[in-house]
């Protein structure tokens, strides 16, 4: 048996210098190379005849070369070489731009496979710089399923399909079996050398369905189980926090000057029922823009300190942490809770009092951004860990705060709702509660797109709003004009808006440049009313109340995911007023359009993240990386949906036996999973 671990440059083949490109596409090992899978696939086994060739169309076709190859020089740098070839039906001529070596390779006679797109011109049939295979010799890449695969400069798909030939030669039966024969029979799954040969080189699409369909359920397996041991550790090895006082709670909510929704209720049941067991809270609480998840938050917070453990809210930006700051001091201050803020912009001297404060029992609650995981914070009785938009942190960040406790419970928002399947692989170390309802009385935003042509009408429509009283969000994808990409930036939409369209207002400009003190004020000023118009790159995106903010322009809606314009949308309609998203879209593409479209049909944010995983696909809307997840490699969470389930019932059977996978015939399969994950879960498997 081999060791996959090998360095890659042990293959034939592999010099010094491929193995440099070969590093640029993370392949190291004979492993690496077995698991970089093909992104597409060309078929090339029906042959055609030349009679029956189409123009434009990628065929394959077996001829005989008549006559020598004949060089014609077309102007100066550009000589074509044209190979005259025949078969029972016809004649054509392979076409080859500034190739001489074609003269020393091609002679009349001999018969070739040539694969390429056919052109029809000057009244012959061409095939445009074909790949070729001499019928005489060891045909591999024309008259078969040939894989296609994602590589960089420096290395041709003959490279790469040459090394993964090489690999499955020498190494493909060293690829121990590590799903458990149970498994495998459950599925009806073929074993792991079957797959990686036919990934590779499938000889035909049931073939290939076979493979794909075996490495996509492992993957997916892997990353389920990995999550689920991680979760079990917390759930099972370890005693959380009691916490028990309910009465100051409800009469916390009865002061509230609304009425929870349902769906708050709900869930801060499931909250008070984690909080008031043994089990660590490890719960992730999904809610769409506006849907009250803050408060929920706040309420978990106070339970916190009614039990006399301090609290801490960790947000991913300073403008959502202050808004936190202030939605915190409102509520519970009157209750005589004290709160802190810990952010990068607080002064110095003023950081090291509330650090004393934190440590001394002496700060009930601090809220603040990445600044709080920094090694000097250090509480007295820390009991809730609350990261708000856990998307934007990563699990080892959440570590990190939660280590500054024993044991405290953990609560983690997200305003980017994820269906509840792939919710269960994106936080499977976590329980799911979703907030599906929005507060009574909300006004629906009314959301338009329209095109460059209606941009001044929308900008006219803007200032009769401003002069009624209302502010206005203008939001652009760059904060800098770029040479590379052509969208409007915040600082030429600042100058653009100030100077012409709205010049008789008070324009503002927000963006992550800025120093955190400049972006403060600002955000103060807008929200005082000072600032009538906010032109802001997407550091508004999250979390931001301004009531009196009314329509938000976004401009370039186009380079921005579905998800992240339902985001910049809920900046407004939070208040009493009639609220409009205006979409100005400068792509003409039917994707553009049919993107423009969901966001006018629907504010279900359940709805526009489905699609959005649809059209996008997930290594664009999440990548798995800022997880602390395994990064996949041929699975996908939105085309695999079905698969997924499936696995997640296989995870469920595999854990109910073995919670630790320590038995003898899943051995193989937790090194696998520890392999995958790292060292991170290995203490996680003993």
């Given at each position: 048996?081999?060791?996959?671990?090998?360095?890659?440059?042990?293959?034939?083949?592999?010099?010094?210098?491929?193995?440099?490109?070969?590093?640029?596409?993370?392949?190291?090992?004979?492993?690496?190379?077995?698991?970089?899978?093909?992104?597409?696939?060309?078929?090339?086994?029906?042959?055609?005849?030349?009679?029956?060739?189409?123009?434009?169309?990628?065929?394959?076709?077996?001829?005989?070369?008549?006559?020598?190859?004949?060089?014609?020089?077309?102007?100066?740098?550009?000589?074509?070489?044209?190979?005259?070839?025949?078969?029972?039906?016809?004649?054509?001529?392979?076409?080859?731009?500034?190739?001489?070596?074609?003269?020393?390779?091609?002679?009349?006679?001999?018969?070739?496979?040539?694969?390429?797109?056919?052109?029809?011109?000057?009244?012959?049939?061409?095939?445009?710089?074909?790949?070729?295979?001499?019928?005489?010799?060891?045909?591999?890449?024309?008259?078969?399923?040939?894989?296609?695969?994602?590589?960089?400069?420096?290395?041709t798909q003959k490279d790469m399909i040459n090394l993964s030939r090489n690999i499955l030669h020498v190494y493909g039966e060293s690829m121990y079996e590590y799903l458990p024969a149970d498994t495998i029979k459950r599925n009806r799954l073929c074993d792991i050398q079957y797959a990686l040969g036919n990934i590779h080189f499938p000889s035909s699409p049931k073939v290939l369905k076979i493979a794909k369909y075996r490495l996509v359920f492992e993957e997916l397996l892997i990353l389920q189980l990995g999550l689920w041991l991680i979760k079990n550790k917390f759930n099972n090895?370890?005693?959380?926090?009691?916490?028990?006082?309910?009465?100051?709670?409800?009469?916390?909510?009865?002061?509230?000057?609304?009425?929870?929704?349902?769906?708050?209720?709900?869930?801060?049941?499931?909250?008070?029922?984690?909080?008031?067991?043994?089990?660590?809270?490890?719960?992730?609480?999904?809610?769409?823009?506006?849907?009250?998840?803050?408060?929920?938050?706040?309420?978990?917070?106070?339970?916190?300190?009614?039990?006399?453990?301090?609290?801490?809210?960790?947000?991913?930006?300073?403008?959502?942490?202050?808004?936190?700051?202030?939605?915190?001091?409102?509520?519970?201050?009157?209750?005589?809770?004290?709160?802190?803020?810990?952010?990068?912009?607080?002064?110095?001297?003023?950081?090291?009092?509330?650090?004393?404060?934190?440590?001394?029992?002496?700060?009930?609650?601090?809220?603040?951004?990445?600044?709080?995981?920094?090694?000097?914070?250090?509480?007295?009785?820390?009991?809730?860990?609350?990261?708000?938009?856990?998307?934007?942190?990563?699990?080892?960040?959440?570590?990190?705060?939660?280590?500054?406790?024993?044991?405290?419970?953990?609560?983690?928002?997200?305003?980017?709702?994820?269906?509840?399947?792939?919710?269960?692989?994106?936080?499977?170390?976590?329980?799911?509660?979703?907030?599906?309802?929005?507060?009574?009385?909300?006004?629906?935003?009314?959301?338009?797109?329209?095109?460059?042509?209606?941009?001044?009408?929308?900008?006219?429509?803007?200032?009769?709003?401003?002069?009624?009283?209302?502010?206005?969000?203008?939001?652009?994808?760059?904060?800098?004009?770029?040479?590379h990409i052509d969208a409007k930036s915040a600082q030429e939409l600042y100058l653009e808006i100030k100077e012409n369209y709205l010049k008789d207002c008070s324009v503002g400009l927000l963006h992550g440049k800025m120093k955190s003190s400049e972006k403060d004020e600002t955000m103060d000023r807008f929200k005082k009313g000072e600032i009538q118009v906010l032109v802001s790159t997407t550091v508004i995106e999250v979390g931001v109340n301004v009531p009196n903010a009314s329509i938000i322009i976004i401009e370039n809606s186009e380079r921005f995911g579905l998800a992240q314009l339902h985001q910049l949308r809920g900046r407004v309609g939070r208040g009493q007023y009639q609220s409009h998203c205006i979409l100005l879209n400068y792509s003409k593409s039917p994707l553009s359009k049919e993107r423009m479209e969901i966001m006018e049909e629907t504010n279900n944010g359940f709805i526009i993240s489905e699609k959005d995983l649809e059209l996008r696909g997930p290594g664009e809307f999440f990548g798995t990386r800022q997880h602390g997840l395994p990064e996949l490699r041929i699975a996908n969470l939105f085309k695999h949906i079905n698969i997924l389930k499936q696995v997640q019932k296989e995870a469920e059977i595999l854990m109910n036996e073995d919670k630790t996978l320590s038995l003898e015939k899943n051995s193989a399969l937790k090194n696998r999973i520890i392999h995958q994950f790292g060292t991170n879960i290995q203490e996680l498997c003993l």
């Open positions: 048996m081999h060791d996959l671990k090998e360095s890659i440059q042990f293959i034939k083949g592999v010099g010094p210098k491929r193995l440099k490109y070969l590093e640029k596409i993370d392949i190291y090992s004979i492993e690496d190379g077995l698991y970089f899978f093909p992104k597409s696939y060309e078929d090339r086994r029906e042959m055609k005849n030349i009679a029956d060739t189409k123009d434009n169309e990628k065929i394959t076709i077996k001829v005989n070369i008549y006559e020598s190859v004949q060089e014609k020089s077309i102007r100066k740098g550009l000589k074509i070489y044209k190979i005259p070839i025949k078969d029972h039906t016809g004649v054509a001529c392979a076409i080859f731009y500034n190739a001489p070596f074609t003269k020393d390779i091609f002679k009349e006679g001999d018969r070739i496979y040539l694969h390429g797109k056919i052109k029809k011109a000057f009244g012959e049939v061409q095939i445009i710089h074909p790949s070729y295979e001499f019928i005489e010799g060891n045909t591999t890449t024309v008259n078969s399923i040939i894989p296609i695969y994602n590589l960089t400069h420096g290395l090895n370890q005693k959380g926090i009691v916490f028990q006082k309910q009465k100051e709670c409800k009469e916390l909510i009865a002061a509230l000057p609304f009425t929870l929704t349902n769906a708050q209720i709900r869930v801060l049941q499931e909250i008070e029922t984690d909080m008031k067991s043994e089990k660590i809270m490890n719960r992730l609480v999904q809610g769409d823009v506006g849907s009250g998840k803050t408060i929920v938050a706040l309420i978990a917070l106070y339970k916190s300190v009614l039990n006399g453990y301090q609290g801490v809210l960790m947000a991913p930006t300073e403008i959502l942490a202050e808004q936190h700051m202030d939605s915190a001091k409102e509520l519970l201050e009157p209750f005589g809770l004290r709160i802190g803020l810990l952010s990068g912009s607080v002064p110095k001297r003023k950081k090291e009092e509330i650090l004393k404060q934190l440590e001394a029992g002496h700060i009930d609650i601090i809220i603040g951004t990445h600044a709080i995981i920094q090694e000097n914070v250090h509480f007295k009785k820390l009991g809730l860990v609350i990261t708000d938009e856990q998307h934007r942190f990563g699990v080892r960040q959440r570590s990190i705060l939660s280590n500054k406790g024993t044991n405290p419970d953990v609560l983690v928002m997200t305003a980017t709702p994820i269906p509840r399947t792939l919710a269960l692989i994106l936080y499977g170390d976590l329980d799911v509660s979703i907030i599906d309802e929005l507060p009574p009385g909300r006004k629906k935003i009314k959301t338009h797109v329209a095109d460059e042509t209606k941009r001044k009408n929308i900008y006219h429509f803007a200032k009769k709003r401003i002069e009624s009283g209302r502010q206005v969000y203008i939001v652009a994808p760059l904060v800098e004009d770029s040479e």
